[in-house]
């Protein structure tokens, strides 16, 4: 016990009473691992990070919307699994690193939710992913932007609908702070890329350096 630096037994001690699980399939890891070597081998062996476009701006996203990962991002958005947050952050830090270069970006900032949508949920998942994200890069998470109007949801509508129905919703918080910056926007899912487009078109509006946008994962044929 003595050779044990006091830092780690405490971790260890951590991962006894609050033991990590897997993201993708809940089983127990080992403190520190980003997921079980079963889950693990099978995401290394998926082709990533996938690329392309947001309403014009690039867009990159670690992984496919479906199975596991599907999963994954269904517990940590609806049923408070936000523990694994840290631990997918890492695949998709790295994804960004790999994609857009090393110290690419000022700032971090996530999609906003409705402040009546995040008091019902309690957190804004894709806030917590981009600053799980930022402390990985090392990057300052910045709110840049904030939605104004209650909204239906993307996925509910219909693929025409979906283009207004973010129409007036976001608005800049403030925009000295992006202006002439290389912003790095976050959000959990791509689904159509209107949330995400919408929300760079506005932000472009201060007229940031660059700007590009990461998501943990894409809807299938997104990147097709
Ligand atoms: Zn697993």
């Not at 670690?62 to 958005?77: D, E, M, P, Q, T």
């Not at 402040?115 to 957190?123: A, F, N, S």
Request: with cysteine.
């Amino acid at each position: 016990m003595t050779d044990i630096p006091l830092t780690d037994f405490l971790y260890y001690l951590q991962a006894l009473i609050f033991p990590e699980r897997c993201p993708y399939c809940n089983n127990l890891i080992e403190p520190k691992e980003i997921a079980c070597e079963s889950c693990l081998n099978r995401l290394e062996e998926r082709q990533r990070p996938l690329t392309g476009g947001a309403l014009g701006f690039r867009c990159l996203s670690s992984f496919h919307y479906k199975g596991s990962v599907r999963r994954a991002i269904v517990n940590l958005k609806f049923f408070e699994r936000t523990q694994y947050i840290p631990q997918m952050a890492v695949i998709l830090a790295a994804d960004i690193k790999q994609v857009y270069g090393e110290g690419a970006f000022d700032l971090i900032t996530a999609v906003p939710m409705y402040k009546t949508d995040r008091i019902k949920r309690g957190y804004n998942q894709s806030e917590l992913i981009a600053k799980a994200v930022g402390k990985l890069l090392n990057l300052p998470y910045l709110e840049t932007l904030e939605k104004i109007k209650k909204t239906k949801k993307q996925h509910t509508l219909k693929y025409a609908k979906r283009k207004h129905n973010l129409d007036g919703a976001f608005q800049v918080i403030n925009n000295k702070e992006i202006h002439q910056k290389r912003i790095l926007i976050v959000d959990d899912i791509v689904t159509s890329g209107f949330t995400l487009g919408k929300c760079c078109r506005i932000i472009n509006r201060a007229r940031p350096k660059t700007l590009c946008c990461a998501t943990l994962a894409a809807a299938r044929n997104y990147y097709d």
